[in-house]
């Protein structure tokens, strides 16, 4: 899991908890299962009504991606890469980085440079490399929008659960003392939806969608390395370009 995400769960959960304590509520009575079970599974439902069948195979991807997603690695590490790839291609020739092409785990960096290598024209690999990177933002939009429109149900949905409490509680009038824990009960439902939307749907959603920013922003400093090793760019200007393309903060780190 990506320390983030749970510091920041856990953060929320704190506070929610020491409000509780410090008003006089008692933090258990957040474990009421009905609620639980309809604010959980009636929002999934929800939102899976509206995708498609194929969109449903890729939900645990989606999860996964909200809670633990793919780490990025620092781009002054990537740029000493394509440095080095741009020193190498420009002793030896384009031909000379077949082997270490191999050796790259990086399966962007490695589909680039090989087209390179294959006498790829420039115009159409650029165009190919960044058809690759709008179809990823297209991708993780869509799990970012699942997950923010679990963000926007799961409040309505624990009205919903009140409402049928209070229901409940309505048809009880003649029992005065079971009202009081009756009508507590009915707003578990609501605090239950408005909880998990902004503690876990939101965040997922946002988190996805920043992890699919940095993401592509990486993808488009390998794509301008990779023309430039292609152009036969001196490893110097190669360094000054790409670095020209991240924050300053990364690049002040690389200098250090």
Do not use: H
Not at 212 to 236: C, D, F, K, Y
């Amino acid at each position: 899991m990506d320390p983030a995400t749970l510091i920041g769960f856990v953060i929320s959960l704190v506070a929610l908890l020491a409000f509780m304590v410090m008003e006089g509520a008692d933090p258990t009575s957040l474990i009421f299962l009905p609620a639980i079970i309809l604010v959980i599974v009636a929002t999934f439902g929800a939102a899976m009504s509206g995708q498609t069948m194929d969109d449903l195979k890729k939900m645990p991807g989606w999860f996964k991606m909200g809670v633990m997603p793919a780490k990025v690695p620092p781009a002054s590490d990537q740029i000493q890469t394509l440095v080095s790839l741009a020193e190498k291609a420009r002793k030896e020739g384009l031909l000379a980085l077949e082997a270490q092409v191999k050796a790259i785990e990086d399966p962007f960096l490695k589909r680039g440079l090989q087209m390179g290598i294959d006498g790829t024209d420039p115009e159409e690999l650029r165009a190919v490399l960044e058809s690759e990177i709008a179809a990823k933002k297209a991708e993780d939009k869509v799990a970012a929008k699942f997950m923010t429109t679990m963000g926007g149900y799961a409040p309505t949905i624990g009205i919903v659960g009140c409402i049928v409490g209070l229901m409940n509680v309505m048809g009880s009038l003649s029992n005065p003392e079971a009202l009081g824990p009756m009508i507590a009960a009915a707003f578990v439902a609501t605090l239950w939806g408005v909880m998990a939307a902004n503690f876990w749907f939101l965040p997922m959603g946002a988190k996805i969608m920043r992890v699919s920013e940095l993401q592509a922003a990486q993808m488009e400093l390998l794509v301008e390395g990779i023309a430039e090793i292609q152009a036969g760019t001196s490893p110097r200007a190669v360094r000054l370009k790409l670095n020209s393309l991240i924050p300053p903060s990364e690049v002040a780190k690389e200098a250090a």
